[in-house]
């Protein structure tokens, strides 16, 4: 890794040198050859003739397929005679690419590749004469690092009268490469299934023609899927395979259709044949997990509903033992220190009242769960298919949760003092406190406790999900009662309640260190909001709390106990103004997040920026600008926040059709270091607009304003 980044750096370096771009593209041809060839040996008038771009790759580099999970594909732009016409790239099925360590970096090819394109001559060419075809080919070429290359790719052919022969050396190859290209076959039937963040494709055979795949593995064609996530395939004695394929967590919910290519080593036809079999699968809204599917399939194959009864006093003890060992899972431990601390603190108190704690926590465990299985059953009732922790798909719920997580995390660092003052050292509070604190701490564990799925809770949870709402009901009162039945079971014996440590000075340290569960509980929620929320709306969360943490900095600093009425209603003020300011600032937005612009205008809709995207756009005479920025960059985020929220500007884009190109510098990319060397330029922010019949592009000061970004515009 060392390594790599000090080869990054020094390549960087270069392109900044003069001439260091041109050294920059130098590297491309030792490590990919491209050549151009064809499958016959000549061209007939008005008769479609098979070339292929032959890519021969050195040992351990790659280029990348249609899709390529990272990286970027290989282009071809035809310069042909007058006219003649070009098809697209027919691209072979792929493998995974993989760096040394094994890391999966991307969907593409190594070795030796044919990519066959079919060229379509005019009827009027004249048979003796020679004829030469030549294109651009571009490519992104990776081991370590990754460079982008490129040649221009010539072949000269004579046309024929007659059919021309088979070209001796490319003409097997080439026909071999498109009899083998992915496609549909009647000899496998497909059919998928959503449920939640996973897809399963059921491959089945027919009667006759099948044959005998072995290790199969998806390539999502448009990303759907999570290219670098484990895959699991399975062989039924029926001859299918079942597939269990991960969501990507950009992946659109609405997805109509899996699309994609499996490859299998053995082929998918007898022979070895097809080694790429081609899916489109309309997708099917599943009813619960895995287990759910098998016990649906299980009715549909003719089971009473005896056969699921008579399995629910076993699904009920999963469902105990998964609710129990909740308590160690990374989600819950922290919520539940809170409990923990009361505990200590309880511990000198009477039995009855420790034994009154324990259960009040079990009864809010209870009742939070008995509302979620209410709400799963209604929201069933109506169609909805769900799944377990559904409520964190809402991203205004998991933004509440971080925020309360933090608010709790920085209660137990001493930041400041309220909310479950039952944890506070030397707390002397009404047993009526107390007491909702304990409710409030059983809720709490619920809410956060729905998106783990312990061990032995995953089946319980897939036939909660499938059954009828009485057994459901017992389900998830099982869960509940493993949940809280280590906290009840403390409380009700009084020698294990005796075990603890009296209340002393320790307990501060052990407070403060309760807290860092919680902010890592931040940090993972924090996570999930980063793929639900677009890149503005989740920078505007992450400010929210850090204004949401001086709210209650400055209630702790202005509002400690015994301090003065004037400044615990500064203290008060201060909670209330910039918490709700946080609040107002980072609460997610549906408008935000369905993309709308200021003033009922559209948002600018930003394509990814290439060499070849600016040439295609110049080439229909459109204007267009080109950011070069990157996450990291304020000044790149101040821009666009005082510029593409304008009315004025958004209003001038739409107005003149301008298109939008971002080259996002956020992560390491040799293609944008190069174009920024071009220009002379090692840093962005860096704005440039090409306007219709002009050489070169206007470039942008770095400090923008919308008259400027208009004035270029015009």
């Not at 097809?274 to 299980?298: E, P």
């Not at 009855?352 to 299985?373: E, I, K, M, P, R």
């Not at 890149?535 to 850090?546: K, Q």
């Not at 103004?577 to 930003?606: E, Q, Y």
Request: charged share 15%; proline share 7%.
């Amino acid at each position: 890794m060392m390594f790599r980044r000090l080869a990054v750096l020094i390549l960087i370096g270069l392109s900044g040198l003069p001439g260091g771009a041109a050294l920059f593209g130098a590297a491309a041809p030792s490590h990919v050859k491209a050549a151009l060839v064809a499958a016959d040996a000549g061209v007939q008038p008005g008769r479609p003739l098979t070339v292929a771009l032959r890519l021969l790759h050195d040992p351990h580099w790659h280029t990348y397929w249609s899709n390529p999970g990272t990286g970027l594909p290989t282009t071809l732009e035809w310069k042909l005679p007058p006219g003649w016409s070009a098809g697209p790239i027919q691209w072979p099925a792929p493998i995974l690419l993989k760096d040394k360590r094994g890391n999966i970096v991307g969907q593409g090819y190594e070795g030796e590749l044919l990519l066959p394109v079919t060229l379509t001559p005019p009827a009027d060419l004249k048979p003796g004469e020679t004829i030469e075809l030549s294109a651009r080919a571009d490519w992104l070429m990776c081991e370590e690092i990754c460079i982008p290359g490129g040649a221009t790719v010539k072949l000269r052919l004579p046309i024929t009268a007659a059919a021309p022969t088979t070209d001796a050396t490319w003409g097997e190859k080439i026909r071999a490469t498109l009899a083998g290209l992915p496609r549909a076959d009647a000899a496998w039937n497909a059919r998928a299934v959503r449920t939640g963040k996973t897809i399963t494709l059921t491959l089945t055979p027919a009667a006759t023609g099948a044959g005998e795949p072995k290790t199969p593995h998806f390539f999502t064609a448009d990303g759907l899927i999570a290219y670098d996530l484990p895959q699991t395939a399975k062989r039924e004695a029926s001859g299918a395979w079942v597939l269990n394929l991960p969501v990507a967590s950009e992946g659109p919910a609405d997805a109509k259709q899996l699309l994609g290519v499996v490859t299998a080593d053995g082929g998918w036809l007898p022979g070895g044949a097809l080694r790429g079999l081609s899916v489109a699968a309309d997708l099917v809204a599943g009813a619960g997990g895995a287990t759910a599917t098998a016990i649906a399939g299980a009715k549909g194959a003719g089971d009473s509903p005896a056969v699921v009864a008579a399995s629910l006093p076993s699904t009920l003890a999963l469902a105990f033992l998964g609710g129990l060992i909740l308590n160690l899972m990374p989600c819950v431990f922290p919520v539940l220190g809170i409990k923990i601390l009361g505990f200590v603190n309880q511990a000198g108190q009477r039995r009855s009242a420790v034994v009154l704690h324990g259960v009040v926590f079990t009864l809010g465990v209870l009742l939070s769960f008995w509302a979620l299985a209410t709400v799963l059953a209604v929201l069933r009732a109506g169609g909805d298919q769900l799944g377990w922790g559904f409520q964190l798909q809402s991203p205004a719920f998991v933004y509440a949760v971080a925020v309360l997580m933090l608010v709790f995390a920085l209660n137990l660092s001493g930041v400041f003092e309220f909310g479950l003052r039952a944890t506070a050292v030397g707390g002397k509070l009404q047993a009526k406190d107390g007491y909702a604190g304990s409710f409030f701490t059983g809720i709490l564990a619920t809410v956060v406790a729905t998106p783990c799925s312990a061990p032995f809770l995953a089946p319980a949870l897939g036939t909660a999900l499938a059954v009828s709402t009485v057994e459901s009901f017992a389900i998830f009162t099982a869960i509940a009662l493993g949940l809280s039945a280590p906290y009840l079971l403390l409380s009700i014996f009084p020698r294990a309640v005796k075990v603890l440590p009296r209340p002393g000075a320790w307990m501060e340290t052990f407070k403060q260190f309760m807290a860092f569960p919680l902010y890592a509980t931040v940090g993972a929620l924090i996570w999930v909001l980063a793929a639900q929320l677009s890149e503005d709306g989740f920078l505007m969360a992450l400010l929210s709390l850090v204004l949401i943490a001086l709210a209650v900095w400055v209630y702790g600093r202005w509002a400690k106990p015994g301090a003065p009425r004037k400044r615990v209603r500064f203290g008060v003020a201060g909670l209330v103004v910039v918490g709700a300011l946080g609040l107002w600032l980072g609460w997610p937005r549906a408008a935000i997040a369905a993309g709308s612009g200021a003033g009922g205008l559209p948002a600018v809709v930003w394509e990814p920026w290439s060499p070849e995207a600016v040439a295609k756009y110049r080439a229909e005479g459109r204007i267009i600008y080109v950011d070069f920025t990157a996450r990291w960059c304020a000044t790149c985020q101040t821009n666009k926040k005082l510029v593409f929220g304008s009315d004025e500007v958004l209003r001038t884009l739409v107005e003149k059709k301008v298109v939008t190109l971002k080259a996002d510098w956020t992560n390491q990319d040799p293609r944008i270091t190069a174009e920024l060397a071009r220009y002379g330029r090692s840093a962005v922010p860096f704005n440039v607009v090409w306007l219709p019949g002009r050489d070169t592009p206007s470039i942008l000061p770095e400090i923008l304003t919308p008259g400027v970004v208009i004035e270029a515009l015009r």
